[in-house]
């Protein structure tokens, strides 16, 4: 396809380069290596862009996409495989939220990854279009794809007692002020491990979904940027528990607020 590419983006696509997702929802386990190859792809495209090394390219009709070589990009010179990979990523979702800087909006968003295909039939070639709301999740998505994770589940009464956060802040304030930040902290400071997260209301004992209130708990993804030894002895909760303490305890003391509980 021939680029129609434009260097200034959408006023949509500046505020998605720069957004910081929380809560994101993706099942990750259903990846295959091939679909971690092609956001690898889209990922490497998207941050050249924000970084102003390319412009965004764009086909025809004013979509951005990226061009899959199937040869190089996973493919081994499989171009049906690919195809069929590739249709299977268009059918998963991912779900963050996230803060509109101008407007102090707590927005939540589910988006397609990929929302259109096109292959020409004369080469070994595809091109997807990314969705737009898609970009975030893209941008940060490699950042220890294919390492060791860990999940952890903290309740959050425990959290606040122990980050000594009144019960008068609500979840998007801590979300806002503190689990943000640290998460960003470990990311941009070369941190060795860094975390995903999400607010749900579990039984912190059994993992199950359930209606009360009370029992909200903080789902913790840790993951690694190094892939894990095969000798390696799995991190005990224990461990998780301390990092997390000393993760987040970076984050400076919040004022009290007036806000209720929500």
């Given at each position: 396809?021939?680029?129609?590419?434009?260097?200034?983006?959408?006023?949509?696509?500046?505020?998605?380069?720069?957004?910081?997702?929380q809560?994101?929802?993706?099942?990750?386990?259903?990846?295959?290596?091939?679909?971690?190859?092609?956001l690898?792809?889209?990922?490497?495209?998207?941050?050249?862009?924000?970084?102003?090394?390319?412009p965004l390219?764009r086909?025809?009709?004013?979509?951005?996409?990226?061009?899959i070589?199937?040869?190089?990009?996973g493919?081994?010179?499989?171009?049906?495989?690919?195809?069929?990979e590739?249709?299977?990523?268009?059918?998963?979702?991912?779900?963050?939220?996230?803060?509109r800087?101008?407007?102090?909006?707590?927005?939540?968003?589910?988006?397609?990854?990929?929302?259109?295909?096109?292959?020409?039939?004369d080469?070994?070639?595809?091109?997807?279009n990314?969705?737009?709301?898609a970009i975030?999740?893209?941008?940060?998505?490699t950042?220890?794809?294919?390492?060791a994770?860990?999940k952890?589940?903290?309740?959050?009464?425990?959290?606040?007692e122990?980050?000594?956060?009144?019960?008068?802040?609500?979840?998007?304030?801590?979300?806002?002020?503190?689990?943000?930040?640290?998460?960003?902290?470990?990311?941009?400071g070369?941190?060795n491990?860094?975390?995903?997260?999400?607010?749900?209301?579990?039984?912190?004992?059994?993992?199950?979904?359930?209606?009360?209130?009370?029992?909200?708990?903080?789902?913790?993804?840790?993951?690694?940027?190094?892939?894990?030894?095969?000798?390696?002895?799995?991190?005990?909760?224990?461990?998780?528990?301390?990092?997390?303490?000393?993760?987040?305890?970076?984050?400076?003391?919040?004022?009290?607020?007036?806000?209720?509980?929500?």
């Amino acid at each position: 396809m021939e680029s129609t590419a434009i260097e200034k983006m959408t006023p949509l696509e500046q505020e998605m380069m720069t957004v910081q997702t929380q809560n994101v929802i993706f099942e990750e386990e259903l990846l295959s290596d091939w679909h971690k190859d092609l956001l690898a792809v889209m990922c490497d495209m998207l941050q050249k862009c924000q970084s102003g090394e390319a412009p965004l390219p764009r086909d025809p009709f004013g979509q951005m996409f990226v061009e899959i070589v199937c040869d190089e990009d996973g493919g081994e010179n499989d171009k049906a495989r690919v195809i069929k990979e590739a249709q299977d990523l268009m059918r998963m979702t991912v779900e963050y939220s996230w803060i509109r800087p101008k407007k102090r909006r707590y927005v939540h968003n589910v988006s397609l990854i990929v929302h259109t295909m096109q292959e020409p039939k004369d080469a070994n070639i595809i091109y997807l279009n990314i969705a737009t709301l898609a970009i975030p999740f893209l941008l940060y998505y490699t950042i220890g794809m294919g390492c060791a994770r860990y999940k952890y589940l903290y309740p959050l009464e425990k959290f606040r007692e122990d980050f000594k956060i009144p019960p008068k802040m609500r979840r998007d304030y801590i979300t806002e002020h503190v689990l943000s930040p640290a998460r960003m902290r470990l990311i941009e400071g070369g941190s060795n491990l860094w975390f995903d997260y999400e607010i749900r209301h579990l039984d912190p004992d059994t993992g199950r979904r359930i209606k009360y209130k009370k029992n909200n708990v903080i789902i913790f993804r840790i993951k690694s940027v190094q892939p894990e030894a095969e000798d390696a002895e799995p991190y005990t909760e224990s461990f998780l528990y301390n990092w997390l303490k000393q993760a987040i305890g970076g984050v400076p003391n919040i004022t009290v607020g007036t806000t209720v509980e929500g």
